[in-house]
């Protein structure tokens, strides 16, 4: 196990400071199995990781994006490099995709598990597996993608540069349509210390392609995974997904991490002429959920599709930061999210989208809606359009409400008794999103998932 000793600072900003160090420690304790150019070109991301790391600090509420996302609770532990854990294939079975049962990746603390995972199912249009196994022409074109739209002020995604020791890779020929979607699979098991991972996911669609693929993160668990059981860990994820010209990607993402867990994601997407990107989020766990999605659309007649539900009770935080810059004609945004909250749970959204003024004709609707079911549940919501083009199409909007009696009064009057009808009502809220999920037995295991959580 890697240990970093913690530092003993008398003041908040020594605290502050040595709590990065450590972390930064951490990464840089990760071991590199590279060779050559390759290694050469990883350790200049780490050490450009590392660069931006030491010039910025944790954020805390006096950082307008941070202002609502209290990170006290997660500078409270002392984190330590996960260990390798090796899984019993029975314990897949509630994790398991039917639609992706031959194309499944199964990830076990961070470490690659090619015991439980099965990728039979796949053609050689498609290449799954790490940096390492590339292949000599996609490693020369690495350079092109790795990295390349990192953010300058985001301390966690430079401390996942600073610490990368592989990057798991989805590259799709060009012309090539996969069947079967791609399901990443991120689970969580117990170590006897506060685990700490760092996975690093790049998705390369080369032109007039389409790929689905599903990004999963839980915890092995008894009982319901949800149940916060002074198990404590941290998953520091970035994806990367790059788009070229009339590609189309599919993606689902699902957080379902233990009420122990501290998940903080950064996904950049990057989008060619004629691209269309979509992607559905499901967000039911985790002590703590930021995710930070930042979407470029480069090219003329783009598209971009972004789904998102997060129920919140007891007092999780749940986070969503997206933005979508837009730089040509003809691009269309469409944004949905919405949040479920009960108990002292706070939900947390700023939706973004720029357009200026070389993206003439521009067609973008975002809106966020939000159900309180306590009177302690709190909602910060910021919806925003920043416009200089004048020729577009664009509305944004938020609602927050509570179950309306009168619909309640309805449903009762029709049958239904008050517990039946609130819970149709909620179900009926998040189905919406749900539906959108092009896979049948997720839909289904998540609207039962939904159901659960809105129980009493």
């Known amino acids: 196990m890697n240990t970093v000793a913690i530092l003993k600072p008398d003041t908040f900003e020594q605290k502050k400071d040595a709590y990065l160090g450590s972390?930064?420690?951490?990464?840089?304790?990760?071991?590199?199995n590279f060779n050559g150019d390759l290694a050469k070109f990883?350790?200049?991301?780490?050490?450009?990781?590392?660069?931006?790391?030491?010039k910025l600090n944790i954020p805390t509420d006096k950082d307008e994006d941070w202002r609502f996302t209290d990170l006290s609770d997660l500078q409270k532990q002392d984190w330590f490099l996960a260990t390798k854990n090796e899984l019993n294939s029975t314990v897949l079975d509630g994790f398991i995709l039917k639609e992706a049962s031959h194309s499944r990746l199964v990830f076990v603390n961070g470490f690659y598990d090619a015991n439980l995972s099965d990728i039979s199912g796949l053609s050689n249009d498609i290449y799954v597996g790490n940096l390492a196994n590339l292949d000599?022409?996609?490693?020369?074109?690495?350079?092109?993608?790795l990295s390349k739209n990192e953010p300058?002020?985001?301390?966690?995604?430079?401390l996942n540069s600073a610490g990368i020791t592989d990057s798991f890779i989805i590259w799709v020929k060009a012309n090539s349509k996969v069947n079967l979607p791609i399901h990443l699979l991120h689970l969580t098991a117990r170590d006897n210390f506060c685990s700490f991972t760092q996975p690093r996911i790049l998705v390369v669609a080369e032109?007039?392609?389409?790929?689905?693929?599903?990004?999963?993160?839980?915890?092995?668990?008894?009982?319901?995974?949800?149940?916060?059981?002074?198990?404590?860990?941290f998953t520091n994820v970035v994806?990367?997904?790059?788009?070229?010209?009339?590609?189309?990607?599919?993606?689902?993402?699902?957080?379902?991490?233990?009420?122990?867990?501290?998940?903080?994601?950064?996904?950049?997407?990057?989008?060619?002429?004629?691209?269309?990107?979509?992607?559905?989020?499901?967000?039911?766990g985790a002590k703590l959920y930021r995710h930070n999605l930042h979407i470029?659309?480069?090219?003329?007649?783009?598209?971009?599709?972004?789904?998102?539900?997060t129920m919140?009770?007891?007092?999780?935080?749940?986070?969503?930061?997206?933005?979508?810059?837009?730089?040509?004609?003809?691009?269309?945004?469409?944004?949905?999210?919405?949040?479920?909250?009960?108990?002292?749970?706070?939900?947390?959204?700023?939706?973004?989208?720029?357009?200026?003024?070389?993206?003439?004709?521009?067609?973008?609707?975002?809106?966020?809606?939000?159900?309180?079911?306590?009177?302690?549940?709190?909602?910060?919501?910021?919806?925003?359009?920043?416009?200089?083009?004048?020729?577009?199409?664009?509305?944004?909007?938020?609602?927050?409400?509570?179950?309306?009696?009168?619909?309640?009064?309805y449903l009762r009057s029709r049958g239904l008794n008050e517990y039946d009808a609130r819970h149709l009502l909620m179900d009926a809220f998040a189905a919406e999103i749900i539906d959108k999920i092009p896979y049948d037995s997720f839909k289904q295991r998540l609207t039962q998932c939904v159901a659960c959580r809105t129980l009493d």
């Open 207 to 233: 032109a007039n392609s389409n790929l689905n693929f599903i990004e999963y993160y839980g915890a092995i668990a008894s009982g319901c995974s949800d149940s916060a059981k002074q198990q404590y860990y």
């Open 152 to 158: 300058e002020n985001e301390v966690f995604t430079a």
């Open 136 to 145: 000599s022409n996609n490693i020369s074109k690495i350079h092109d993608y």
């Open 312 to 409: 919140l009770q007891g007092k999780q935080i749940g986070d969503t930061h997206s933005e979508v810059s837009l730089s040509k004609p003809h691009g269309i945004v469409n944004q949905l999210h919405k949040f479920i909250i009960d108990d002292s749970g706070r939900g947390v959204f700023n939706g973004k989208v720029y357009v200026p003024k070389l993206a003439q004709l521009t067609n973008a609707s975002q809106l966020n809606r939000n159900l309180l079911l306590s009177s302690k549940a709190r909602i910060n919501t910021k919806p925003e359009l920043q416009i200089t083009a004048d020729n577009v199409k664009c509305a944004h909007g938020a609602t927050v409400s509570q179950l309306e009696a009168d619909e309640i009064f």
């Open 42 to 54: 990883v350790k200049e991301i780490r050490q450009q990781g590392a660069n931006k790391v030491v």
């Open 239 to 284: 994806t990367e997904v790059y788009l070229e010209n009339n590609a189309q990607v599919n993606h689902t993402r699902i957080q379902r991490e233990s009420g122990d867990g501290f998940h903080i994601a950064k996904t950049t997407v990057s989008q060619a002429r004629n691209s269309s990107y979509t992607i559905n989020e499901i967000s039911l």
């Open 296 to 309: 470029k659309q480069e090219g003329e007649q783009t598209e971009t599709n972004l789904n998102g539900l």
């Open 23 to 32: 972390l930064l420690q951490l990464s840089e304790n990760q071991p590199l």
